[in-house]
């Protein structure tokens, strides 16, 4: 990294999952790290509470004269004042993921991309090359208990174990030795527009594994499957092994008998973390033994507390596919429970796109409630015509005896829920989506 003024770096939206777990890189690497964010969180809270310099609020003042390098989000602007304060000040800067790009090529770099399932993949997989004994370096988009809740580890090995976005074709950027592909889907069409523009990105980012690499990926994922030739091709090109992964294998089993996290979905997250340790020959035995230790990811199906008996759960499901698998888990697990998803639509654009997918996406739960769109800074702009409230009418109109009901006030969730028939204490409560809805969950939290 370039290092022109002084061993600081500055990270403009720092609150950012990704952005916060590189700023911890930064930090172990023995920079100073100052950054901002739009908004006040729970990461940037954290990040403070750990002795960063974080403010609240993009100004030019900022930012110091003398930092020695400027990272940021990828969804801030140019017109950003600290970005402009970067190009006068003549201080080098970089993206999220071109930053993230150069860490690939310092590190043997295992990437976990799909549109579902990253986060879980890469903690599995990470668990296993833990147990392994090779001490990766872990830049995950979640917090783990096993990092003390946090979303960064650093090891003393040349490995780096990375979950790769493909948003705005984050994964670009990487250069890994393991590419790993858990499955395709219509996501980020505010950038993509189509699942064909999708799939090609997916195909660009495989092709820029290095020579001699591995790709592993998804058998049972129609839309990775119907690019099996292109990826042969690819794969020739650079030399590369191919490692399909499916439900169908035996191994498939043994993790069903271990794994603590439900849903098959999830045996399928660990079948490709089993398929990684298995690239870097790590005993099975051993493999399992990491699954089976895994607790958890922050807000994926994660315990919150009790509401009057009543089971509360963060979850950051947002997209159609994963709330389908989220409420199926939660019914495999709870079967005697009456499931009450309470979900907040994350971006107006996505919303938008698969407005059609959405009134389908609650069939498996008992009881919905849904709160007003979660506007994502950068990124969103306000629709009139496909809002959380036409989610609501949609399905009732398709479904008129579904208990789906539309929340204009969150701050009353705690009296909704309680209005409901159900009884209390044999409720499930999914608080669901990857905006700030887990600031309300503590509205139903007993103290």
Known sequence: MPKKHSPLVHFIGIGGIGVSSLARWFSAQKWAISGSDIAESSITQGLRKEGYKVKIGHKRRNLSPRAGL????????????????????????????????????????????????????????????????????????????????????????????????????SFWHYSPFVSVVTNIDNEHLDFYKNLTNVKRSFLRFLGHTKDGGVLILNRDDQNLVSLRRKITSIARKKNLRIRWYTLEQSEARKIKSVIRIPGSHNISNALAALTVGQVFRIPEKKILRAISSYRGAWRRMEYRGKFHRALVFDDYAHHPTEIKATIKAFREKYPEKTILCVFQPHQAKRLAKLFKEFQTAFDAAHETLILPSYEVPGRDTRTLTHDAKELVRAIQKQQPKKLIFYLEKPENLAKAVSALRSPLPRKIIIMMGAGDIANYTKLLLEK
């Open 70 to 169: 400027v990272i940021y989000n990828q969804a801030i602007p140019e017109s950003n004042p600290e970005r402009r304060a970067s190009r006068r000040f003549k201080i080098p800067m970089l993206s999220y993921p071109q930053a993230i790009g150069i860490l690939t090529h310092v590190y043997k770099t295992v990437a976990i991309a799909g549109a579902h399932g990253k986060s879980t993949t890469t903690a599995l997989a990470t668990l296993i090359l833990q147990k392994g004994g090779l001490d990766p370096t872990v830049i995950i988009g979640t917090n783990l208990k096993e990092f003390g809740s946090k979303n960064f580890r650093i090891g003393r090995s040349s490995y780096l174990i990375l979950e790769a976005d493909e948003w705005k074709g």
